[in-house]
């Protein structure tokens, strides 16, 4: 399966700023998904990225506050934007080699605003 | 829409005891069915997947699962559980065919005890 690195690992932010996040795949895969991991809590799609469209977002996540970038087939970001307390999380990154075989992660991002 | 209920939130067992962490899924379409371990402070691991054929699928690190379609479950087994063991393991499900997002069920912690 594809080996999946996110940089930073973690990060510890102030409100009212914003952060990217990288994913890189050593590979080419069609889609990639970002999840998002609150402190305690399973994994919630925030959406998924089609290399050449537009995210599609799930509801709740919005472009305004979650920009993602697919420039090419190996490599995604997401930026969190206008950060406050409640957006410290673990942000995932998943791929998917090929159509009807299972997501593969990152090792996360661990996110946390003062 | 389908969604996933993970029925222990804690599982505590001690070290060489069989252990089963039970799944629900609720789906009006075909589905296909995952469990992803999650070590601390790691990204998610995939353990094993059902996506047709065989009912009972054999995964990583001994663990199996059973997919009972008239009884909506997936629960993942294990004979005999390590220490290492410890961690939290996540259900989730998508649907059938192509790329689609994973609906996690909320997860179980696994506490081995020695």
């Known amino acids: 399966s594809a080996v999946i690195s996110q940089k930073p690992s973690r990060d510890i932010c102030q409100r009212g700023t914003s952060l990217t996040i990288q994913c890189q795949v050593d590979s080419q895969v069609t889609m990639m998904f970002w999840y998002r991991q609150q402190p305690g809590q399973s994994l919630t799609l925030i959406a998924t990225?089609?290399?050449?469209?537009?995210?599609?977002?799930e509801s709740g996540f919005v472009i305004d506050k979650f920009p993602i970038s697919r420039p090419n087939l190996t490599f995604s970001t997401l930026t969190v934007s206008n950060m406050s307390p409640e957006d410290s999380s673990i942000y995932l990154c998943s791929v998917a080699d090929s159509p009807n075989q299972p997501q593969h992660f990152g090792d996360g991002t661990r996110l946390s605003i003062l | 829409a389908q969604s996933v209920t993970q029925l222990d939130s804690q599982v505590p067992v001690f070290e060489e005891a069989p252990v089963e962490l039970r799944c629900n899924y609720s789906s009006s379409v075909s589905v296909y069915l995952f469990w992803y371990v999650q070590y601390p402070n790691q990204g998610l691991q995939l353990l094993l997947k059902y996506l047709s054929g065989s009912t009972l699928v054999k995964g990583i690190n001994g663990f199996e699962a059973e997919f009972n379609k008239s009884q909506t479950s997936f629960h993942l087994r294990k004979p005999s559980v390590h220490i290492s063991d410890t961690a939290e393991y996540f259900c989730?499900?998508?649907?059938?065919?192509?790329?689609?997002?994973?609906?996690f069920g909320a997860g179980t912690r696994l506490a081995v005890h020695p």
């Open positions: 990225a089609n290399q050449g469209s537009e995210a599609t977002y």
């Open positions: 989730a499900v998508s649907i059938s065919g192509g790329y689609n997002k994973l609906i």
